[in-house]
């Protein structure tokens, strides 16, 4: 059963055209993250919702926004896609309480975004 | 800034144990965690410690040194689907559950 969902799982854009990712989630947690991977490289955290509360990373773009309509839905929006956007993008979720392995991150399967 | 380290990449033989090494300097920290990410797939969890010791889980183990900043996953009795990257990931303490991730180590199992 798939508990975080994205789509698309692969995204093509033209450089400055506004794109958006989505991520769904059926397991009800209260914390919605979003990261950007490239290659070969670590996850780097962009921003995440605790709740409606938004936390944005301080080193994240302008050019990087997101919105969370409810529990279960979280968008990234790109407004101006540039070359160095081509990335995975990924998205997890965790519990936000209780400590130890109640905050366990579940990622979803990532987006793949290409920007031409 | 927070810093965590792992090998970049390590090879090792079918059915043989590897260790990969994580330390980590960070400005808080509430748990380590390392997952498991196939080329082109999400991470997904392996394990976590937040006390010192040993955790085992099947051929899977962690270990902790909070006072060393030191981490270690033991892979035992590697089989080819073992093939993949280990990240190391740093659980700040901060609201929301931030985690900072390592490099990652991947790992090639050959036959």
């Known amino acids: 059963d798939a508990m975080v969902i994205q789509n698309p799982r692969y995204q093509v854009t033209q450089f400055g055209k506004p794109v958006t990712l989505s991520c769904s989630q059926t397991?009800?947690?209260?914390?919605m993250y979003w990261y950007q991977q490239k290659s070969s490289q670590a996850p780097k955290l962009l921003f995440h919702y605790y709740d409606k509360d938004f936390n944005n990373e301080a080193d994240t773009p302008d050019n990087f926004q997101s919105r969370r309509p409810n529990t279960s839905f979280c968008f990234l929006d790109i407004r101006s896609p540039g070359l160095g956007d081509a990335a995975m993008y990924l998205c997890?979720?965790?519990?936000?309480f209780g400590g130890g392995t109640q905050e366990t991150q579940y990622f979803g399967p990532g987006t793949r975004l290409l920007v031409l | 800034g927070q810093n965590i380290d792992q090998p970049t990449e390590m090879t090792a033989t079918e059915g043989a144990i590897v260790q990969i090494n994580c330390t980590y300097q960070t400005s808080g920290f509430n748990g380590l965690f390392w997952y498991q990410q196939h080329a082109g797939e999400a991470p997904t969890f392996l394990s976590y410690n937040v006390l010192d010791g040993l955790e085992e889980k099947g051929r899977f183990s962690s270990f902790l040194s909070r006072s060393k900043g030191y981490s270690y996953l033991l892979l035992k009795e590697l089989q080819m689907k073992d093939s993949a990257s280990y990240l190391c990931?740093?659980?700040?303490?901060?609201?929301?559950?931030?985690?900072?991730f390592g490099g990652g180590t991947r790992v090639l199992v050959k036959p």
């Open positions: 990931a740093v659980d700040l303490g901060a609201a929301g559950n931030k985690l900072t």
């Open positions: 997890a979720t965790s519990r936000g």
């Open positions: 397991l009800n947690h209260n914390v």
